[in-house]
């Protein structure tokens, strides 16, 4: 049987994005959106999206298009692009709004999760299994190389306690099992706290 490709980095960063877009929302309900910690949520939601973003874009569609020769695999590599460009207008539009107070913030952080919903699920649903159908596990652990290369030490210290940052404890656990031990013990004694005392989304 052939090894297949594990997706749990990329599914938990995605139930991440979708996490902080619902408290960005109940931010804006609650006319919460100038507290500084719903501000520090936004800033490193954007952060950790640019990331994901560019390096899929940079790193994991491109390995698709020598292989992704039929027609419908060709699509769906340019849909993944149109809709990562859909997303950046409507994060800017949200960054003017908030500059300038703007009433209609609640639609706005609705429409962000709706759009950028539409495509993690697309994402999800066609993208994943063209992955699964067409790359090795060698060539995700290449795009996932790719992806340490950017975040870098400082990167993996602000991802992992996002990722876990109101995750059930058990899937917590699971999740940093992952791991090995150091990164854990690493994540344990200064990640996890520093993420902590950021008190992000926290208003
Ligand atoms: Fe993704």
Do not use: C
Request: charged fraction near 30%.
């Amino acid at each position: 049987m052939t090894e297949k490709i594990d997706f749990t980095e990329m599914y938990v960063t995605h139930d991440a994005f979708r996490r902080d877009l619902g408290r960005l929302e109940a931010a804006a309900r609650a006319g919460r959106t100038d507290d500084p910690r719903v501000r520090g949520g936004w800033e490193n939601f954007k952060a950790q999206l640019l990331v994901h973003h560019s390096v899929e874009d940079a790193s994991l569609w491109p390995r698709l298009v020598p292989v992704a020769t039929e027609p419908e695999a060709k699509g769906l590599l340019e849909d993944m692009e149109t809709e990562h460009a859909r997303i950046d207008p409507l994060l800017a539009g949200f960054d003017r709004a908030l500059e300038d107070g703007a009433d209609d913030l609640v639609v706005r952080a609705k429409e962000l999760a709706d759009v950028l919903g539409q495509h993690l699920e697309h994402e999800e649903e066609e993208a994943l299994p063209l992955i699964q159908s067409l790359l090795t596990p060698a060539d995700w652990k290449a795009f996932g190389r790719a992806m340490a290369r950017r975040q870098g030490v400082r990167g993996a210290a602000a991802w992992v306690p996002w990722i876990t940052d109101g995750m059930a404890p058990g899937d917590a656990r699971a999740f940093l099992g992952r791991f090995p031990a150091p990164l854990r013990l690493l994540n344990r004694l200064l990640w996890a706290p520093r993420y902590e005392r950021r008190r992000l989304w926290k208003f």
